[in-house]
């Protein structure tokens, strides 16, 4: 089992910024991928970043660019820095982590931070 705990979340002006965080603890396997999602209201959960144990990283189009993904290893931990933030960007935000093996992957998911982006 993986527990994930995601914080940093809150209430930021259009064009500011928040980093959040979430820390992995547990069954983590060497090969694994770390991520967010985010879920609006009415809307399903989409990708946001992800970035691999190796340090790949891939966004969705809606923030390449405006938002940076980046992981500690030793602290198993994911961050997400956001940036040039828009009214669209408010959403639930899920931390994700993927355990790859030799039979396939199983997905953990963190309980969610609200991201509000208002004036």
């Known amino acids: 089992q993986v527990h994930l705990v995601e914080s940093g979340g809150g209430l930021v002006q259009p064009g500011g910024s928040l980093r959040l965080s979430c820390a992995a603890s547990g069954s983590i396997f060497s090969l694994n991928a770390m991520g967010w999602f985010r879920q609006a209201p009415g809307k399903g959960r989409e990708l946001v970043a992800i970035i691999t144990s190796g340090g790949s990283a891939n966004y969705a189009d809606s923030v390449r660019g405006r938002f940076t993904i980046s992981r500690d290893n030793a602290k198993n931990t994911v961050y997400l820095q956001m940036n040039s933030l828009k009214p669209e960007d408010a959403a639930v935000y899920y931390c994700?982590?993927?355990?790859?093996?030799?039979?396939?992957?199983?997905?953990?998911w963190g309980q969610g931070t609200q991201v509000t982006v208002s004036s």
């Open positions: 994700n982590l993927k355990n790859y093996d030799g039979y396939g992957r199983v997905d953990y």
